[in-house]
């Protein structure tokens, strides 16, 4: 049986108090298990980027347990808990977040020298020519399309080798081919080195790259689909609709 990377037991998260509170997640229970691949699918709303910030320790949950291996979150101190995200986790969003001034080496090797590491270049150079951008390493951001920026981005999230990268809507920002050779390369993360990965995405085709897709209504899970196409997995996202489970 495969371990645990993250667990979350019974996580509920609350905005505000009394009638103007809002409940973005209600006892949510999930475990994703080291070395697979889960997207995170549900309707504007739903709670899951909400459930993304809490299982990367961005965020503390109202009530509940979080669980990185075998590191309880959710009682951890903020220096602890930031010292842990520098290390053990990486994160791709769909805005870039590359500082402008830096080359692309520079912007890779930025989480290193935020843990105070003096960064080998052979290592920079070896992660950027992972993603396919060994030959744009003196590039700034402006001089690269938004596709190697993304994948800038993955580089500079795998540097710390993490054992889970969190993505939010990574490819939200990419035209069709171009999120294709992204979620290609998160696969690959996946397959040839055994990273865990959860993404949360609204794309029912970046969604089927996943080992299995867990789908979140009003902050609580309403069940899953374990390798199923982009049809397949549309098809349970209308289904959810018409039953009335999604509001439209």
């Known amino acids: ?141 402006a001089e690269l399309s938004g596709g190697q920026q993304q994948r800038v981005a993955l580089a500079r999230a795998l540097i710390t080798r993490p054992e889970v990268l969190f993505g939010d809507e990574p490819t939200g920002a990419l035209d069709s081919v171009t999120a294709r050779h992204v979620l290609s390369l998160m696969r690959d993360m996946t397959d040839t080195d055994g990273r865990t990965l959860v993404m949360v995405t609204h794309d029912p085709v970046a969604a089927a790259y996943a080992d299995r897709v867990v789908f979140l209504v009003d902050g609580r899970v309403h069940g899953e689909l374990a390798g199923a196409s982009a049809g397949e997995i549309a098809a349970r996202t209308t289904a959810l609709e018409t039953a009335g489970t999604v509001p439209c």
């Open 1 to 141: 049986m495969r371990r645990h990377a993250v667990e979350l037991r019974a996580v509920s998260r609350r905005y505000g108090r009394g009638e103007d509170g809002v409940r973005a997640l209600d006892g949510v229970s999930l475990a994703f298990p080291a070395g697979t691949f889960t997207a995170v699918m549900g309707p504007s709303g739903s709670g899951k980027s909400t459930l993304l910030q809490c299982a990367a320790g961005l965020d503390r949950p109202t009530s509940g347990s979080v669980r990185l291996g075998g590191t309880e979150l959710t009682g951890l101190g903020e220096r602890r808990l930031t010292r842990l995200r520098r290390e053990r986790i990486g994160f791709v969003f769909q805005a870039f977040d590359l500082l402008p001034s830096l080359t692309a080496e520079q912007n890779v090797a930025l989480p290193l020298r935020l843990a105070g590491r003096r960064p080998r270049r052979a290592e920079v150079r070896e992660a950027l020519g992972r993603v396919g951008l060994g030959d744009r390493a003196r590039h700034r951001p």
